[in-house]
């Protein structure tokens, strides 16, 4: 069974900084994409960075210049380094993981349980 856990939320005032960790846990063979979604209250769930297996890279437009996401493939980890936050980025930030569990499986979507992220004025 494979878990997904993050660590990291808290409550920062605006223009302060916060590092997301998300580490994958369970019988894993391979990790493709790992990334972190986001969910204000009232919105929809969206997309705020991912990093494949590769190491290429994609960041929504409201994050780009602020976030940075990276990963360690020994630790099964993922990060996702957040500078110059505003209150905008208050949400619910969700670690997301494209993982397989043998060399002949084929890869699955697991989430973590969420991290609240919250930014003051």
């Known amino acids: 069974q494979v878990q997904l856990v993050e660590s990291g939320g808290g409550l920062v005032q605006a223009g302060g900084s916060l590092r997301l960790s998300c580490a994958a846990s369970g019988t894993i063979f391979g990790i493709n994409t790992m990334g972190w979604y986001r969910q204000a209250p009232g919105k929809e769930r969206e997309l705020a960075a991912y990093i494949t297996r590769g190491g290429n890279t994609a960041f929504a437009d409201s994050v780009k210049g602020r976030f940075t996401i990276s990963r360690d493939s020994a630790k099964n980890t993922v990060y996702l380094q957040m500078n110059s936050l505003e209150p905008e980025d208050t949400a619910v930030y969700y670690c997301?993981?494209?993982?397989?569990?043998?060399?002949?499986?084929?890869?699955?979507?697991?989430w973590g349980q969420g991290t609240q992220v919250t930014v003051s004025s």
């Open positions: 997301y993981a494209e993982i397989s569990y043998d060399i002949t499986a084929r890869y699955l979507d697991y």
